[in-house]
């Protein structure tokens, strides 16, 4: 029989990581990595990243491999993802792909197009005029080329909105006809897939209690060794949920209970563009609900009937 591979979407907090652990121990499979901050080795507390207890129940890929001064893109990832799925199958070996980065997934599932190298000068016109006409009337701007971003794109989302303006800018193509032409994903009908989808009230406070405890967990610290590096503020790992709202306090602009909240609120916010993905990305997966890591096991043991083999 084939080795199975099961895809596991779902927000920040919703108990991806613990659904794929016990899978994982269930099967025997291998899990892989689909969140573009767990990536980053600086950040495991701010991340949530699986601790090195759990880690050591199964084996994990792509957790924390990736140091702060490196800024990995989507393909980068997916061609590292490919490969360890193709070697994990030849082991004989599931996988489990695991994480709430849905354009992770959409490159994992549905292959990425081939978009040119957007030149500077077109990216810092974008920036400026974002900046000239505010987001309102940018949106409107890109909605008359390239309406399904436009509609698509979350609100506040500037960095999507600009990315969307680029694409067109500089190819004379809207984005979408771009993902159109889309190749090099997982074959059709090769992976199975779960999304997560607990009740938003519920998951928010999850969120917030899962920030004080992060602090307990030594976030500040993790932050400010961060910062001590002096990297590049554009990296991906300086934009992680809660890194600039606790660098505020750090500077001693803030006080702590400040940058708490902030840092909630970024969390919530984030956990909500990932839900609003979900619905619009992947309409077809099937879902589990609630927060409860023994419901959804019992969820997806229902949907996987004759799980073990």
Known sequence: MEPRIWLIAGP??????????????????????????????????????PDAAEMARA????FGTVDASEGWSVG???????????????????VIVVGGTGLYL????????????IPTEVRQAAASEFASLGEAAFRARLGEVDPAAAA?????????????WEVYAATGTSLGDHHATASGGLPAGSWTAVALEPPRA?????????LETMLTQGALAEVEAL????????LPALKAVGVQAFAAH?????????ALAAAQQDTRRYAKRQMTWARGQTPDWPRLSGLDTGDHWRQFLALNRGLTR
Request: hydrophobic share 45%; charged share 30%.
């Open 12 to 49: 920040t907090a919703s108990g991806k990581s613990a659904l794929a652990l016990r899978l994982a121990e269930t099967t025997g499979a291998e899990v892989v990595n689909a969140d573009a901050l767990q990536l980053y080795a600086d950040l495991r507390v701010l991340t949530a990243r």
């Open 59 to 62: 084996p994990h890929h792509l």
């Open 76 to 94: 980068r990832w997916q061609r590292a993802a490919l490969a360890l799925i193709a070697k994990i199958a030849g082991r004989g070996r599931d």
């Open 106 to 117: 959409r490159a994992l599932t549905q292959g990425l197009a081939d978009i040119p190298v």
């Open 152 to 164: 698509r794109i979350a609100l506040g989302d500037r960095q999507r909105l600009s990315r969307a």
């Open 202 to 210: 519920e998951l928010y406070a999850r969120c917030d209690a899962r």
């Open 227 to 234: 910062l001590a590096r002096n990297l590049d503020p554009a």
């Open 250 to 258: 750090l500077r001693g602009e803030t006080r702590l209970e400040t």
